[in-house]
């Protein structure tokens, strides 16, 4: 649809826009005080693609994904990311003020109708909430919620900041499914901040390994959907990502 | 209520079937053969049954309903003679006349009006220079330097300057009020302005909100509870005010009422006023409060129990 729409958040876009990519990052920097977090970061995502962006606190993931969002723009460097795109963050970060679907149409264009956020409610299993306020949902609707918030932008970009991170274990793997099912149905792009090596195998096309401020390691996930944790081939490649991040994995491996 | 579990009478009643099992003959509790001493055990009431029956209205009334009958005690004793302070029922005898020949009810309407224009006024003026420096840069650099440095001016104290300036009419009285009004509901609307959560304006943006689309959205919403709080306070405030600025000059209201009725000596006529006062001051906070219950009922805020 809309993907070669590119806007550029970057202060002066050098270089025509890319089709053929849903992300393009070309030496990047973004210092702060003099220390560069972000250092020279070149990054393709293709349209559709599902990436999963691990690394160690502090490394400049998170960074990295809110420059991406546009919400940080002091950097040096290209960066093209499609007009439509959508940030979940950690926090659902719902306006308490605003009942649930008042919150999923938030900063939409025109006057768009509840039967708008409903579907888009409906789609995350959240429809029966739609006329809650938001103080009495759970940390799981609540999330779902902020999900629908980002859905219903139709973006070609999707950004997910540790979106999963506050949720207990259970609610956890029914959100990762849920994202998996959606990321399938809408087709979009979508890049994932984790430090959980297993979600990123789970749900990612490619996993990317940030240290340093640059890409220092990235591998394809070639697994056959849906994945199994059990699957051998699953194992290796997450002790390969662990031993990545500086995780001594000999343990493990026996 | 005693909430003692065990009647005082039997202080062993709740373990002695514990004891029994243990086979103790006297003194403290044996412990078994597996080395474990036996824990007393308490209940653990619900608390639908530590709810006493007596109606939420009527305990909150009792209290004022006790001091007035002390009063009126007091009173019937002659411990209070009649020129220090009237007795209830005279109070209500006088009241009653006071509203039969219309000279109560022209004095609240005129007071009322008083300050419902001082509060108008006032929450203009106070919310939009708060509106003004919260929002704005600027604005918080021009404005927010000299309102701070006058409002630690004793608004009391203009008073006389403000009879210079509007005269003796209703000018002077209504400008006191707007006054003591303005400088709680700026600090408020503008601490509540720029307390509003950085991450929720962050989450404004990221959903493609304009300027004016996060202020109408995140930020004012978000200063809501400031400025409600700002509210209240200015109630309380514009009364106060309303006291000071009708013992001037003053040739209506509830305030000349009282100064007339001090160079008569009626302690009666006095406490009616005050108690009227009393009643006005209660109902407008009673206004606000239904405001904040409609308006903030999307709070996650401990309610009491």
């Given at each position: 649809m809309a993907t070669d729409v590119h806007g550029p958040v970057s202060p002066q876009a050098t270089g025509a826009p890319r089709a053929a990519h849903a992300v393009h990052v070309e030496s990047l920097t973004r210092s702060f005080d003099g220390r560069a977090v972000i250092d020279r970061l070149r990054l393709d995502v293709q349209p559709g693609e599902f990436v999963a962006l691990l690394g160690r606190s502090g490394c400049g993931k998170s960074t990295l994904l809110r420059i991406l969002a546009g919400l940080d723009r002091d950097i040096e460097g290209t960066v093209l990311v499609p007009r439509r795109k959508a940030v979940a963050f950690q926090a659902p970060r719902l306006m308490p003020w605003k009942k649930v679907w008042r919150n999923v149409l938030l900063g939409l264009p025109g006057k768009p109708e509840r039967a708008v956020a409903d579907q888009a409610l409906e789609e995350v299993g959240l429809s029966h909430r739609s006329g809650a306020w938001p103080k009495t949902l759970s940390g799981g609707e609540a999330q779902r919620a902020s999900l629908a918030r980002a859905l219903v932008r139709e973006p070609d970009l999707l950004l997910l900041d540790e979106p999963f991170g506050a949720l207990d274990a259970l609610t956890r793997i029914k959100a990762q499914r849920l994202v998996g099912e959606l990321w399938q149905r809408r087709g979009c792009a979508v890049l994932l901040v984790t430090h959980d090596v297993e979600e990123a195998l789970l749900l990612a096309d490619r996993v990317l390994v940030m240290d340093e401020g640059v890409i220092a390691y990235e591998t394809p996930v070639e697994l056959e959907r849906p994945r199994a944790v059990t699957d051998p081939r699953f194992a290796e490649l997450r002790g390969r990502l662990l031993e990545r991040l500086g995780v001594d994995t000999a343990a493990d491996a026996a | 209520m005693s909430i003692s579990h065990a009647p005082p009478g039997s202080p062993e009643s709740d373990i002695s079937g514990i004891r029994k099992t243990n086979a103790g003959?006297?003194?403290?509790p044996a412990a078994d053969t597996a080395g474990h001493v036996p824990v007393a055990l308490e209940p653990i009431v619900p608390s639908s049954a530590r709810r006493t029956r007596v109606p939420r209205w009527l305990r909150r009334t009792t209290g004022p309903l006790l001091l007035l009958a002390l009063w009126q005690l007091l009173s019937a004793t002659g411990v209070l003679t009649s020129d220090v302070l009237a007795s209830p029922g005279r109070i209500a005898r006088v009241a009653g006349d006071l509203v039969a020949d219309g000279s109560l009810p022209a004095a609240m309407g005129t007071s009322v009006q008083r300050v419902a224009a001082g509060l108008l006024f006032g929450a203009v003026a106070g919310t939009g220079l708060a509106l003004l420096s919260g929002l704005f840069r600027i604005g918080e650099d021009l404005v927010d330097a000299p309102v701070q440095m006058l409002r630690t001016v004793p608004f009391v104290g203009l008073i006389p300057l403000f009879i210079i300036w509007f005269g003796i009419g209703e000018a002077p009285k209504v400008a006191i009020i707007t006054l003591g009004v303005s400088f709680p509901l700026y600090l408020n609307v503008y601490a509540g302005i720029r307390g509003v959560d950085s991450q929720l304006i962050e989450a404004g943006e990221s959903l493609g909100l304009s300027k004016w689309g996060l202020v109408r959205h995140v930020v004012l919403p978000g200063a809501l509870p400031g400025a409600m709080t700002g509210l209240r306070y200015s109630l309380g405030i514009a009364w106060l005010a309303l006291v000071f600025a009708e013992q001037i000059n003053a040739d209506a209201g509830i305030g000349f009422l009282m100064v007339q009725a001090r160079d008569f000596l009626r302690t009666d006529v006095i406490v009616v006023c005050l108690i009227v006062y009393a009643f006005l001051g209660l109902l407008a906070d009673f206004i606000v409060r239904s405001f904040e219950r409609v308006l903030l009922q999307w709070r996650p805020t401990f309610t009491g129990r």
């Open positions: - | 003959p006297a003194g403290p």
